[in-house]
């Protein structure tokens, strides 16, 4: 099994976290509470938001970020802005010597991705995506039981992501957030389920279909069923914010057993189910915050010179077939 390292609190390593909203702040917990990282910086454009932060962590406030880029001190950085913003940000950070890690997607095209992995290749430096869901101790345990030869005649695998979001929020602050950010389900979720199913099964996969369902709004779908090829393997994705079904699923299924992954569970969240004896199995895993594992996993490559599980390899094919996905048109091929 794949096994996160914690940093030596001997390193020197300071980091700083650019962009302070629900989830930098959550990255910024993980670097400042768990992390044996140094010291700890933090940029944000609005000064509230750096503010109620302070609030909470012990870090070093950052105003302007060409004072950041000039610091040789810091050596690496989590970038954690709106995405349209990453891979300027991203850029700019390994031009000037910096470490990053960044938040889902790196990029908005796999042009820009494979500039910015060239270019932190060029200069010998860490560059990794935030893909939090990869680090989840469950999902490295499937890949463990995977790698293994859990299942040497893989027939079927599915991958669900419903929000339930109609009931858990209310319609108008859906529309907002669809609006606003101009963002559909596919494009909010794809890089998760992508990088996940990357990791588990070490394979790249041939977009087949790509259906869209525009409930709420007749210009970005809100609900998609993906149709994905992994070898001759079918591979299903369903998103949704709308369907009145809460779900956080990966399925893996051959002739003699089915592997179930709940995410929403609380534990117990692999079950391992032999369909003649009808017995169920649930494999035991450690109980770590994901996103530590994140935090602590971009500390040891750096301090190692190690290359990350997120890295290059897996940000420009998981890049590749997202675009692949976003250009499938309706009518069952991929775009011109």
Excluded at 95 to 109: F, I, L, R, Y
Excluded at 172 to 191: A, K, M, P
Aim: hydrophobic share 45%.
């Amino acid at each position: 099994m794949f096994l996160v390292k914690e940093v030596s609190v001997k390193n020197n390593i300071n980091v700083a976290v650019i962009g302070l909203g629900w989830w930098g702040s959550k990255v910024l917990r993980n670097f400042c509470e768990r992390s044996h990282f140094c010291r700890v910086f933090a940029f944000d454009k609005d000064p509230e938001r750096t503010r109620q932060a302070l609030s909470r962590w012990n870090f070093e406030p950052l105003t302007d970020l060409r004072d950041l880029w000039r610091r040789s001190d810091i050596r690496a950085v989590a970038v954690v802005t709106p995405p349209q913003t990453h891979f300027d940000i991203v850029r700019q950070a390994l031009e000037h010597g910096k470490h990053v890690m960044v938040a889902k997607p790196p990029a908005q095209t796999l042009q820009q991705a494979e500039q910015l992995c060239a270019l932190a290749e060029s200069k010998d430096l860490v560059f990794m995506a935030d893909s939090t869901f990869v680090f989840n101790p469950a999902i490295l345990k499937v890949r463990q039981l995977v790698q293994e030869g859990l299942f040497p005649n893989l027939s079927f695998v599915q991958s669900v992501r419903c929000g339930d979001d109609l009931r858990f929020h209310n319609l108008q602050r859906i529309l907002d957030l669809i609006r606003v950010s101009g963002v559909d389900v596919i494009e909010d979720l794809v890089f998760h389920d992508l990088s996940v199913l990357r990791i588990v099964f070490g394979q790249s996969f041939a977009v087949r279909s790509v259906r869209r369902v525009h409930i709420l709004d007749p210009a970005l779908c809100d609900t998609a069923f993906i149709e994905l090829d992994m070898g001759g393997v079918p591979v299903h994705i369903t998103y949704s914010w709308s369907l009145p079904e809460r779900k956080r699923q990966l399925l893996l299924f051959d002739a003699e057993k089915f592997l179930l992954f709940d995410d929403l569970k609380k534990e117990k969240k692999i079950e391992i189910y032999r369909l003649a004896k009808k017995e169920s199995a649930f494999p035991d895993y450690p109980e770590d915050e994901p996103l530590r594992n994140v935090v602590e996993h971009f500390g040891t490559c750096i301090a190692e010179g190690q290359q990350p599980l997120t890295g290059k390899d897996l940000i420009l094919d998981v890049m590749r077939t997202s675009e692949q996905i976003r250009q499938f048109d309706l009518s069952g091929g991929a775009s011109a």
